[in-house]
């Protein structure tokens, strides 16, 4: 079993709609929580952050972690099709040394 | 700061050849991440560092595969010899304590 499991998708939303993005983990010592967004021939870059159980807002973006279930979720509102990109959930340990990254889902808000 | 910079961004070169892919970190940073990413395996962590220092290289393929950072604001990343197995993009990170910033990569294809 893999560390992070993501449905690798393709995810196909229209413009305006509500996405949710999610993954899976199997390591209970992970305290730190981050989604990156990768655009094509890009590398990845930090969209969110969180540290422990909990939601946190940033614009259109939600982030929420449930360690008891062991599951993260991104949240996108109104989605823009410029939010077409492959998002990875990634997490840590504690002492942030090591980065465990899913598989990466692929997003298209078609306009 | 530029962010974390690697050169080349493209490389292609053929089978035996020796490859050197080299990153710059962000300063002040004190970790720094190897990584490739491929379609069938999505981003697999190789080393990384510490302080300078090699903390986990469990993810380097093989011994035809070595990094080193000599110091804090330099790491090179080697394959000799290469194989066509080894086409990927390889993304340098750096990290000072918590998020972990992307270069854009290096598109290495091996023929």
């Known amino acids: 079993q893999k560390e992070v499991e993501q449905d690798p998708g393709p995810l196909s939303v229209p413009e305006g709609a509500i996405v949710s993005l999610n993954c899976t983990y199997s390591?209970?010592?992970?305290?730190?929580f981050m989604w990156y967004r990768q655009y094509s021939r890009k590398g990845p870059e930090l969209l969110m952050y969180t540290y422990s159980s909990g939601n946190k807002e940033d614009g259109r973006f939600t982030a929420q972690v449930d360690k008891s279930s062991k599951y993260i979720s991104l949240f996108i509102r109104d989605s823009q099709p410029s939010d077409s990109a492959t998002y990875l959930c990634?997490?840590?340990?504690?002492?942030?040394?090591?980065?465990?990254f899913g598989s990466g889902t692929k997003l298209n808000v078609k306009p | 700061d530029a962010g974390v910079i690697q050169s080349p961004r493209h490389e292609v070169t053929e089978m035996g050849q020796e490859v050197t892919l080299r990153c710059k970190p962000i300063?002040?940073?004190?970790?720094l991440f190897w990584y490739r990413q491929t379609m069938m395996r999505g981003l697999e962590l190789l080393i990384y560092?510490?302080?300078?220092?090699?903390?986990?290289d469990s993810g380097m393929p093989e011994d035809r595969f070595s990094a080193k950072m000599p110091n804090a604001s330099f790491s090179t990343l080697k394959i000799q010899p290469s194989e066509p197995r080894d086409s990927a993009v390889y993304f340098c990170a750096s990290s000072s304590d918590t998020e972990a910033f992307f270069g854009q990569g290096t598109r290495l294809t091996v023929v």
């Open positions: 560092f510490n302080n300078n220092v090699p903390i986990d």
């Open positions: 300063s002040g940073h004190n970790s």
């Open positions: 990634a997490m840590s340990e504690y002492n942030f040394n090591k980065f465990y």
């Open positions: 390591n209970s010592a992970f305290q730190y």
